[in-house]
C-alpha cells in the first residue's frame, strides 16, 4: 500500500512565480547590490593581487614554484570572474530597469 504525493499541477507553478514581478524599482535596486558585490569583489581581487605581488616565493624547488603559480591564478581568477558575473547582472538588470520604465511611461501616455 504504497501512497503517492498529489503532484502539483503547472498552473500551481505559474500562479506563484507570477506573484513576484519584476519593476523598475526592483531592477535599480538589484543594480545596486549587485554592483556593491561586484565592486567588493574587484577590490578583493586588487588587495590579493597586491599581497601576491610583494610577497614572493622563497622555494628552490621548481615544482614547488609551479604549484604556487597555479594556485595564486586560480585565486585571482577565481575572484575575476566573481566580480565580472556580478558586473554583468548589474549592467543586464540596469537595463531591464529603463526598458520597463520606458514601457511603463509609454503605457500612461497611450
Known amino acids: ?45 586588487s588587495s590579493i593581487v597586491q599581497t601576491y605581488a610583494t610577497k614572493p616565493v622563497v622555494a628552490d624547488n621548481l615544482l614547488v614554484l609551479r604549484i604556487t603559480v597555479a594556485v595564486r591564478t586560480l585565486v585571482i581568477g577565481v575572484a575575476a570572474l566573481g566580480a565580472g558575473v556580478f558586473a554583468f547582472v548589474a549592467l543586464g538588470l540596469m537595463l531591464l530597469g529603463i526598458q520597463l520604465t520606458i514601457q511603463s511611461l509609454k503605457e500612461v501616455s497611450s
Open 1 to 45: 500500500m504504497s501512497q503517492t504525493k498529489p503532484q502539483k499541477q503547472p498552473s500551481d507553478l505559474n500562479t506563484k512565480s507570477s506573484a513576484k514581478k519584476a519593476t523598475p524599482i526592483r531592477c535599480f535596486f538589484g543594480t545596486v547590490v549587485s554592483g556593491g558585490l561586484a565592486f567588493g569583489l574587484y577590490s578583493l581581487m
